[in-house]
C-alpha cells in the first residue's frame, strides 16, 4: 500500500539538542515537503525538495535543516537554534502539480 | 503575510443541513486550489480541487465554488453528516513558479452536531 510514513509520532527534545524527524514515501513521488502547523496556524512550509540533492527553503527554514540523499526520504533535523520548535510536523509530497498533496500521520515534537 | 485565509475559525451545524466553507485569498497568481480535511493528530486528506479555468467543481456531497475577481472559494457540503466533523484547509499554489508549492489557510473547525 503506498503512502507516507512519518516516525516518531511524537518525539521529545531537551534544550539545546538537534533532533530528526523521519519521513519516507513509496509513491514514487519527485517533490517533497516539510510543513509546520501550530494552534491557530495555517501549515506553514519549512523546507522542500523538488528533486534528489536539491532542496529551496521554505518561509521558516531558519533553525532547521533537510537532506535529500534518496528520492524515498526526506529527514528533518530540528536543530537547537530553532527557538520555538514544539509544533506538530508534516510531511508531504506530491507526484505532479494537479494531483496535490499526500501527506504522512505527523510528528508532535515537544521541548521539554 | 497570509496569501490565504479562513476567517471562520469553527463553524457549526445540524446533520442533514449545509454546511459552508469560506477561503479569501490574495495572490492573483494562484491557480489550482485545494481542500483538505483533517482529524487530530493525523495528517490533511485530500478532499476536492479546482482549478482558475472553472468556477465550481462537484464531488458527491462535496462541491467547491471559485469566484476568481473576487479572491474568494468556498466549500459546500451537503448533507452535513456527523462524519464531517474535522478541521478544514483551504490551499492555493501558483505552479510551477514556486515549486508547486501550496500556501494553507488557518483551518475552520466543522462540527456537525447529531
Known amino acids: 500500500d503506498g503512502g507516507i510514513t512519518q516516525s516518531p509520532k511524537y518525539l521529545f527534545r531537551k534544550e539545546g539538542q538537534n533532533v530528526t524527524l523521519s519521513c519516507e514515501q513509496n509513491?514514487?513521488?519527485?517533490?517533497m515537503y516539510w510543513y509546520r502547523q501550530d494552534p491557530g496556524q495555517g501549515l506553514r512550509l519549512i523546507y522542500y525538495?523538488?528533486?534528489?540533492?536539491?532542496?529551496q527553503k521554505g518561509d521558516i527554514a531558519e533553525g532547521y535543516s533537510v537532506s535529500r540523499e534518496k528520492k524515498e526520504s526526506f529527514p528533518l533535523t530540528v536543530t537547537s537554534a530553532q527557538k520555538n520548535p514544539t509544533a506538530f510536523y508534516l510531511c508531504?509530497?506530491?507526484?505532479?502539480?494537479?494531483?496535490?498533496?499526500?501527506f504522512g500521520s505527523g510528528t508532535r515534537l515537544t521541548v521539554v | 503575510d497570509q496569501q490565504v485565509k479562513q476567517n471562520s475559525p469553527s463553524l457549526s451545524v445540524q446533520e442533514g443541513r449545509i454546511s459552508i466553507l469560506n477561503c479569501d485569498y490574495t495572490?492573483?497568481?494562484?491557480?489550482?486550489f485545494l481542500w483538505y480535511k483533517k482529524y487530530p493528530a493525523e495528517g490533511p486528506t485530500f478532499l476536492i480541487s479546482?482549478?482558475?479555468?472553472?468556477d465550481k467543481n462537484e464531488d458527491g456531497r462535496f462541491t467547491v465554488f471559485l469566484n476568481k475577481s473576487a479572491k474568494h472559494l468556498s466549500l459546500h457540503i451537503v448533507p452535513s453528516q456527523p462524519g464531517d466533523s474535522a478541521v478544514y484547509f483551504c490551499?492555493?499554489?501558483?505552479?510551477?513558479?514556486?515549486?508547486?508549492?501550496?500556501?494553507f489557510g488557518t483551518g475552520t473547525s466543522l462540527t456537525v452536531i447529531p
Open positions: 525538495s523538488q528533486i534528489v540533492n536539491d532542496f
Open positions: 490551499a492555493a499554489s501558483a505552479g510551477g513558479n514556486t515549486g508547486n508549492q501550496f500556501y
Open positions: 509513491l514514487n513521488h519527485d517533490a
Open positions: 508531504a509530497s506530491t507526484g505532479g502539480y494537479f494531483i496535490g498533496y499526500t
Open positions: 479546482i482549478s482558475s479555468i472553472k
Open positions: 495572490n492573483s497568481m494562484f491557480d489550482y
